[in-house]
């Protein structure tokens, strides 16, 4: 019997297996292709996590079912819906607490880009609205759940605009065409700190029926960003341009990834800034340094080029 089972072993679900088996925790990693990381208190299955009767057989005697999934980005008004349901009903059947890795989508473009949890649930985009339904779904079930949101990802092995467009372009030594603002501060994540803030506040019952932000740097715009990665990791610098706005927009009439971006595109455009006072104060949480982050991604990034050689 695992305490913890966690679905998904991307960057954030590995990172949460790791914490808990720091601990001495004994977890379970679901995914379709029975896929984690390695440590003797890790189990790793291969199950469709859809199955809801299967999911529940897995989470047995567990305390928490973490939602660490990530399902295909351009897919998610189909896929998200039976998954989400199915963690849902896991979770209740099996007595567990269901935490759920969330985001800042579902509050959709704010005025004054400044966020904080108790900021109303207000998209209208396609994205936006799956995430609000999936929480508002655990709610209505009774189930005892937390949301725990970040903002975009910086870790090893993170998707996110800086993962997708920088690297690229300091591996090849050409110019980073980003589609943003380069000077509009942005808060940024690290995988390792909503790690940490999923596992605390699973199991800590006045955190349970509401949703809550994860502690994470100072805000700093894409520009400051590269600047602060070439330092960290001792790269040569490469230019980083802003990509024209309708360039995206025009791309996604035909490329289905593109059409994706292009609806979440108001993050780049202006201030997305993410308030995590209240989660910092409840609960003690503390923001690892930017630094520490970027250089965990510039070690992946040297790793990858190593084995590519």
């Given amino acids: 019997m695992s305490n913890h089972v966690i679905v998904g072993s991307g960057p954030v679900g590995s990172a949460v297996a790791r914490v808990l088996a720091g601990r001495g925790e004994s977890v379970r990693v679901v995914t379709r292709s029975g896929t984690g990381p390695e440590h003797p208190l890790i189990e790793r299955v291969a199950a469709d996590a859809t199955d809801a009767a299967r999911l529940t057989e897995l989470t047995g005697g567990a305390a928490v079912l973490y939602n660490c999934a990530n399902p295909k980005y351009t897919r998610w008004e189909t896929l998200w819906p039976p998954l989400a349901a199915a963690m849902v009903s896991a979770a209740g059947r099996a007595g567990a607490v269901l935490a759920i890795t969330g985001n800042l989508y579902g509050y959709g473009p704010v005025p004054g880009g400044r966020m904080t949890e108790h900021t109303p649930l207000a998209a209208t985009g396609r994205k936006g609205r799956v995430r609000i339904r999936m929480w508002q779904d655990a709610l209505a079930d009774g189930v005892r759940t937390v949301e725990v949101r970040g903002s975009d990802y910086l870790g090893a092995g993170a998707a996110s605009i800086f993962s997708a467009v920088l690297l690229p372009a300091v591996a090849k030594g050409r110019t980073a065409w980003v589609p943003a603002d380069l000077d509009a501060p942005h808060t940024f994540t690290y995988t390792g700190d909503m790690a940490?803030?999923?596992?605390?506040?699973?199991?800590?019952?006045?955190?349970w029926g509401r949703a809550?932000?994860?502690?994470?740097?100072?805000a700093l715009s894409i520009r400051e960003l590269a600047d602060r990665y070439f330092a960290v990791a001792g790269v040569k610098p490469v230019p980083v341009k802003a990509l024209p706005r309708f360039v995206m927009r025009a791309a996604g009439t035909v490329v289905p990834m593109a059409r994706e971006l292009a609806e979440m595109d108001y993050q780049f455009y202006a201030p997305f800034l993410m308030d995590a006072t209240e989660t910092e104060q409840t609960f003690g949480l503390a923001v690892t340094d930017l630094d520490v982050a970027l250089r965990e991604v510039a070690d992946a990034a040297e790793a990858t080029a190593a084995r590519t050689m």
Wanted: hydrophobic share 45%; aromatic share 6%; proline share 11%.
């Fill in 196 to 207: 940490r803030a999923l596992v605390t506040l699973a199991g800590d019952e006045r955190a």
């Fill in 212 to 218: 809550w932000h994860v502690p994470s740097a100072p």
